[in-house]
């Protein structure tokens, strides 16, 4: 079996729109087909027929721990260490308040100018109420070095979601670990898109999203791992009865509930939640490292075809397959409207500011026949010009 | 056209179990029946076949804010004063952080211990790393007598979740203002249950779920209104990239956007404010002055005749039905188990501990045939004992 023909049988279980070749799944995957039917049951059988039974006959309650250890699997971390719901902004928030608190006596959270942004944000929203914390942020590059004894919690994210290049995690949790500080590893451009090991890669904390190339659909819930060596200490800042010992005893004070399910805050997001497992049904026909592989052969086409085709983009990712992720960025200055018109012309990648065009390699509904289509398109709007029309710059809220 | 007949049209719109006599919409409403078609649409025409331009082109990015001003409508709220996501946990930290801030110089969050749990544990989590706070909780009915120039913020649910019994939230919030504090109203078991009018009881912030009296399923996103007069003033805790100014532009600061919007958090939930939208298409068809006078006929008939058949159920709500939610409550020693034995006789309510048998009254689906034979089956089994049986006392993991 071919590395392109062992996913067939994936490609077959998500909707995708006739003659569209999507290289953004690293922004929003494609829908399973299973998602629509799992979500009418949910709806009719467990919420329509249970109503409110169905948080203990449907599942409902132990619903984001279920979908968690499935996480867990795919991530080589224990069961009982991940848990979903909320948003990864959320999960960030919470990561970085625990790691904190496992080193009370120091107070630099350093982080990377490469870090998607709302991670910075979070951490500056928790510094507003945090007597002392300084947020520290270096270059990539520097990251690594800029670990020193001062350094509370390293927070990172594996994949730059810019260009795609990936960070050496487990040598910078060793790091970390050197000088006692914790680490923060966020997931959103991983999980999915290359292989994880929690367990040997040994941060404090994971988070991420399950959107991008997990394929749970917009809005999808987001994760929490938790070290099992922190879980009994933790308490949690964002304290809701759904983390709570006891939740139905309705106690007046807080009391944590065992393990990584004292993360979970509020009333958990149950429909979707049912269409994330639709889409794990998927993630578990395959194995990661054919993914990987697959992945890599991919992106591997298609930078070979647009450097012998477009030479006027340039390569921003690392050249070295094994220091990317599952994504593949070029830039020029009139990127926007590059991928404007590439999207009119039915090829979807998305860009990023200031001026990467950006494309994701998703083995699962991908395959080369697709790559070549989107050389091919992207050529002839860059040997034509098609993108410099005034309609193609148009800024969208969304880009 | 009598209370009855006018909400036929809306009970036709959900999806009701045979025979069912559903008295819990207070925990977790019935499904519209627009709902699953709405959802599928979503699913197959947005995410389907639009991908990642959906947040453009279906108006994902924009959903929160378009929900949020539905809900404004109904709450007497200007547009652009609410917002949807998360879970209610997490509003309640959003508001009452943000109240804090409005009143630097105080420290005590004064609260009740009729309030639901979960906004007080969040308290509690917030104070973790606030440098000065005091989580200050009194019974009920000593709540306005407590409102003195200590408090920053009174925190207070404006039904009692246990007992329906209502604050008179604008004589509280008046009290709050006349000494400097702020207010932030929790709306779960008010909105959809009683008329609010946001301007009229000028709470600073106000917040709430929509999975109760709104029916918008189990999981369903959250909302909170931040008073027109503090939405440029506020630096939320929770900053995340959706509530940025320019959340695509990726700068490396936290930039609060405009107004309320700066409430968001992480990526909305798309499908479940589909499902919401569909629920509050069937709100828009009723006023809520008639929700309510229907709702109190419900109660009153239900009232008397359990007090008339059931004479060891003991009342716990307010008798007078101005002083109460949409919710009624009697008390017994052994009400976990008669609850189970109504639930195993088609009649759901439910309890809480210690010794609370909730119901429900909710117009929209409920009408004056559905309260008499609740009152004959509850009348049937206290009377027979037979809830007195060893499988109606085994405690699930929710109640």
Redesign the interface.
């Known amino acids: 079996m071919t590395a392109s023909s062992c996913f067939k049988h994936t490609k077959q279980q998500f909707?995708l729109?006739e003659d569209?070749v999507?290289l953004?799944g690293n922004?929003?995957g494609?829908?399973p087909l299973a998602?629509?039917e799992k979500?009418?049951a949910t709806?009719?059988q467990e919420?329509?027929?249970l109503?409110?039974?169905?948080?203990?006959k449907a599942g409902?309650?132990?619903a984001p721990s279920k979908t968690g250890d499935r996480l867990a699997t795919m991530l080589g971390a224990p069961a009982g260490s991940i848990v979903m719901g909320?948003?990864?902004?959320?999960k960030v928030?919470q990561a970085v308040?625990a790691a904190m608190d496992l080193v009370p006596d120091r107070a630099v959270v350093l982080s990377d100018?490469g870090n998607?942004?709302?991670d910075?944000?979070?951490v500056?929203?928790?510094l507003?109420?945090?007597?002392a914390g300084k947020l520290k942020?270096v270059e990539p590059e520097h990251l690594a070095s800029a670990i020193d004894p001062s350094v509370a919690v390293v927070l990172l994210t594996g994949v730059d979601y810019r260009t795609g290049r990936l960070h050496d995690t487990a040598s910078i949790v060793k790091k970390a670990h050197a000088v006692g500080a914790t680490v923060v590893l966020d997931l959103a451009h991983s999980a999915g898109a290359i292989p994880v090991n929690l367990h040997d890669e040994n941060p404090d904390f994971a988070v991420g999203?399950t959107?991008k190339y997990l394929n749970g659909?917009?809005?999808a819930p987001?994760f929490i791992y938790v070290a099992p060596r922190h879980q009994q200490r933790i308490?949690?800042?964002?304290?809701?009865?759904?983390g709570?010992a006891a939740p139905?005893?309705?106690?007046?004070?807080?009391t944590p509930a065992d393990g990584v399910e004292r993360m979970r805050?509020?009333?958990?997001?149950?429909?979707?939640?049912s269409?994330l497992d639709a889409a794990l049904d998927i993630w578990e026909q395959v194995s990661m490292d054919a993914v990987r592989q697959a992945s890599i052969k991919l992106s591997e086409q298609f930078i070979a075809g647009v450097e012998s085709q477009c030479p006027e983009l340039v390569l921003a990712s690392p050249r070295d397959a094994q220091q990317r992720g599952s994504q593949v960025s070029f830039r020029h200055p009139e990127g926007y409207a590059i991928v404007q018109a590439l999207?009119s012309a039915g090829v979807?990648g998305?860009f990023?500011?200031p001026d990467i065009l950006r494309f994701g390699f998703t083995p699962l509904y991908l395959d080369s026949d697709d790559v070549a289509k989107a050389v091919e398109r992207l050529a002839l709007i860059m040997r034509e010009g098609r993108w410099d029309q005034p309609h193609f710059k148009i800024k969208?809220?969304?880009?």
């Open positions: 909707h729109p569209l999507y953004d922004s929003l494609p829908l998602a629509t979500v009418s709806l009719e919420w329509g027929e109503l409110i039974q169905g948080w203990n409902w309650m132990a909320d948003t990864l902004s959320i928030f308040d100018s998607f942004p709302t910075l944000y979070m500056e929203g928790l507003k109420n945090r007597s942020v999203c959107y659909g917009p809005g987001a308490r949690p800042a964002l304290s809701g009865w759904l709570h139905f005893a309705f106690d007046q004070h807080y805050v509020g009333t958990p997001p149950v429909v979707a939640l269409i999207i979807v998305d990023r500011a969208a809220a969304v880009t």
